[in-house]
């Protein structure tokens, strides 16, 4: 008895509940204007009402009673007369601005109304602590958003002293903006101007006097004017910031205030007021607002671009979109490029070049001893009377006279030595200058690559920021439906500031980097430049094959024929070998010069010529029986000379000129041990490095795709916050490693050219191909 009572209760129930589902509750909806997104976005509300409320009634959304104003007050006004005339409407779901403008302007509600979001909480005023509507039939979804708020963040942000603020023309008709934003602005020492647009092309004349825009308008217009209205705000550098759409943020808006879970929220809050009303609730009674969490939106290409001051504090209230690559840039650098300009215009290296210079001049100097020296003299003369009357004529009182004397060396030991010795040292100072110049330019690619480094730390850091935050959602999302406990959301909040933190330190690093390149290249310090490496970052062809390279390294027969070629190369080509060599050369003349000159005289050619102009007063004429010397005579001899003995300095001299030799190539021997060394190392260095390259990329890969399992299954709850942060570091990681191997190896080569004292990409091809069949001969021939 008791089975069969309980199972006519169960059909009761049944029937009672089939009776509900057949209840059929018709919803108009009102909009403003289509937009883009319109359509996808209605599909998913009608979802969300039609599952919510099915245990209630059978919702439906009849085509016809889907009414748009496009902006309209008078199309708007018969719309809504429409939905309320009409007998197949129960209830009427109401967005836009005009809309609500419209509706709320009535008396009284025959049919129940809701009025959802869309125009700011500034423009409606209820009695404080007034959580209804109170008004029969009537209920508003009123969210947070409003000018008030949205300006006094962007204040924060960026401490605008004057804003432009846009609106639709027709919101300004309706609703009275200036006077509200007077209001919020008034005790804010800022200013404000109204821009209200009718058509994005009057936008430019207006921004002429504002140093900041807040965008409140232009959500009906088509994706170009957006786009165009937004570039004309960026390309006059102005800080913007807007609370609609999230596709501004996309456009280039620099922030973008945001609810998070946006439309999941207002869905679920629309289909539980329609559920309400359905049930028989009083609309009047149901709360009004709508809390949620906002995220602010930073466009990073765009704060980059409008050379934005940006605070790095805000950071981690900050959700980074865009691509933190495109940095703007006025000169865009590859490896040649910085080494084109280095040997330019580096300041070190203009430096260092006048040491050439003055080597040369040290030759000419040497060379001018065996010039002629020609001098001359004039000479104006008195003395003393009772003299000159005594000297008979040879010593007049008064008397003028010139003279020009003439000295040739044709032969001299030390001069002819010190030609050569100068021109030995001349030589010496180009291979030095060569050697500094090839230091150069390896210093520039070793800055360039920690550049390069720090630039991808900083894309790492920027995209960990970013997977950071999102596990932050998912914790906090996990949180909200009692998934996860509230220990998750805060370890998840720590690794976000220190995930702000990190992206803070990689960007200031990068800049000091860069700041290093535009030294080296003689750059103004902030000169705006971007880096890349063809083969790494643009996977370009390689010319050079040095996989071919690594193939011959990694054969252990081959490799050390390898070593001794490149040994034989480094040791020819080496600059500071050839330097040394010079030297030598110099100190073997100076030993000659002090041996030879005990035996070989010094030959000059001597002459003058002497005239008198003038001779007067006591003297001046010769007495009887004298006869006068002529005016002017000349006189020619040649000189030898031979210093016999000079303190011994001669013999100490060649002493000190024999152990320098001695010096000189012992650190040429210990120069081309080092070259040797230096040749292995970086060998085996290449080798090691491209090893990690390949381990590095295959670990990266492995990561990331536990990352995302991780992803998924923390967010089902499958695996602990641990294991998520864990999987996260370890492909970040991953990450850091594999730019730094890619990187770093191909430093190792450019390093290991230096030591050849060849680099590939500063030769033609032509050379270049000399050196690769150089060194298959030399491999071929050494094949036994």
Request: aromatic share 10%; proline share 3%.
């Amino acid at each position: 008895m008791r089975r069969n009572i309980l199972l006519l209760y169960l059909l009761l129930c049944c029937s009672m509940i089939s009776a509900q589902n057949g209840k059929e509750y018709s919803i108009a909806i009102l909009g403003d204007k289509y937009i883009h997104d319109t359509d996808s976005i209605l599909n998913r509300l009608q979802s969300e009402i039609k599952s919510v409320v099915a245990q209630e009634a059978k919702v439906v959304f009849k085509e016809q009673y889907f009414l748009l104003n496009e902006l309209n007050k008078e199309k708007a006004k018969q719309n809504y007369e429409k939905a309320i005339q009409a007998n197949d409407v129960d209830l009427i779901l109401s967005f836009g601005s005009i809309n609500n403008f419209v509706i709320a302007q009535s008396n009284n509600f025959p049919k129940p109304v809701v009025l959802f979001g869309v125009i700011n909480d500034d423009f409606i005023e209820f009695p404080e602590g007034q959580k209804s509507s109170k008004i029969e039939n009537l209920t508003y979804i009123l969210t947070p958003q409003s000018y008030q708020k949205d300006l006094s963040e962007f204040r924060e942000m960026y401490p605008y002293k004057k804003v432009g603020i846009i609106v639709d023309q027709y919101l300004s008709e309706i609703y009275p903006v200036e006077e509200t934003l007077g209001k919020i602005l008034k005790d804010s020492n800022a200013d404000f101007k109204l821009i209200s647009l009718s058509s994005v092309d009057d936008l430019s004349s207006e921004l002429d006097d504002v140093d900041a825009v807040y965008l409140s308008g232009g959500q009906f217009y088509s994706e170009e004017d957006q786009q165009r209205m937004i570039n004309m705000i960026n390309d006059r550098k102005l800080p913007s910031y807007t609370s609609m759409d999230q596709r501004f943020s996309d456009f280039g808006i620099l922030f973008n205030s945001q609810p998070v879970n946006e439309l999941d929220q207002f869905f679920r809050r629309i289909a539980l007021t329609i559920e309400a009303a359905v049930m028989g609730k009083k609309l009047s009674e149901l709360p009004i607002y709508l809390d949620f969490e906002s995220k602010l939106l930073l466009n990073i290409e765009t704060s980059f671009k409008i050379e934005f001051p940006l605070k790095y504090s805000f950071l981690i209230r900050t959700n980074i979109v865009g691509s933190a690559q495109n940095i703007p840039f006025q000169k865009k650098y590859y490896l040649d490029d910085v080494v084109y300009q280095l040997l330019e215009s580096n300041l070190s290296l203009k430096a260092s070049k006048y040491d050439v210079d003055l080597a040369k001049k040290d030759v000419k100097l040497a060379n001018s001893e065996y010039l002629p020296n020609l001098s001359s003299s004039l000479t104006g003369s008195h003395i003393d009377p009772d003299l000159a009357k005594a000297s008979n004529g040879s010593n007049p009182e008064f008397s003028t006279s010139g003279n020009i004397s003439l000295e040739q060396v044709l032969f001299s030991e030390q001069a002819s030595a010190n030609i050569k010795i100068q021109k030995e040292l001349e030589q010496a100072s180009q291979e030095n200058y060569n050697a500094t110049e090839k230091d150069a330019i390896l210093d520039a690619g070793i800055t360039f690559y920690n550049a390069l480094i720090a630039k991808a730390n900083f894309l790492i850091n920027d995209e960990n920021l970013r997977v950071t935050r999102k596990n932050f959602e998912i914790a906090k999302q996990n949180y909200s439906v009692g998934q996860t406990g509230k220990s998750d959301v805060l370890r998840w909040r720590s690794e976000l500031a220190l995930a702000t933190q990190n992206i803070v330190n990689a960007y200031t690093n990068y800049v000091q980097t860069i700041h290093a390149l535009n030294q080296v290249l003689n750059n103004p310090i902030d000169f705006k430049i971007d880096i890349a490496h063809a083969l790494v970052d643009e996977e370009a062809v390689d010319q050079f094959d040095y996989k071919g390279l690594i193939q011959l390294i990694d054969d252990p027969i081959l490799r050390s024929k390898l070593l001794n070629f490149l040994e034989q190369v480094a040791i020819e080509n080496a600059h500071e070998l050839k330097s040394l060599q010079f030297n030598i050369s110099a100190s073997e003349r100076s030993a000659k010069l002090y041996q030879r000159s005990k035996f070989l005289p010094t030959v000059a050619l001597q002459g003058a010529y002497n005239h008198t102009f003038t001779r007067d007063g006591e003297g001046s004429s010769y007495p009887t029986g004298f006869t006068a010397p002529p005016d002017g005579y000349y006189n020619v001899g040649v000189q030898l000379s031979l210093p016999l003995f000079n303190k011994n300095q001669r013999n100490i001299n060649r002493q000190k000129s024999l152990i320098q030799q001695d010096q000189l190539k012992l650190q040429k021997e210990n120069t081309e041990s080092i070259i040797r060394q230096n040749v292995n190392d970086i060998v085996y260095s290449i080798l090691n490095l491209y090893t990690n390259i390949e381990l590095s990329n295959l670990t990266t890969k492995t990561a990331k795709e536990s990352l995302d399992l991780m992803q998924i299954s923390y967010l089902n709850g499958a695996v602990s916050i641990t294991s998520l942060i864990d999987a996260q570091q370890a492909y970040f990681q991953a990450q850091q490693q594999q730019a730094s191997a890619g990187y770093n190896f191909y430093l190792s080569l450019l390093q290991m050219e230096r030591i050849l004292s060849y680099y590939f990409f500063l030769n033609p091809d032509e050379e270049n191909q000399n050196f690769i069949q150089n060194l298959q001969n030399y491999l071929i021939s050494n094949n036994q």
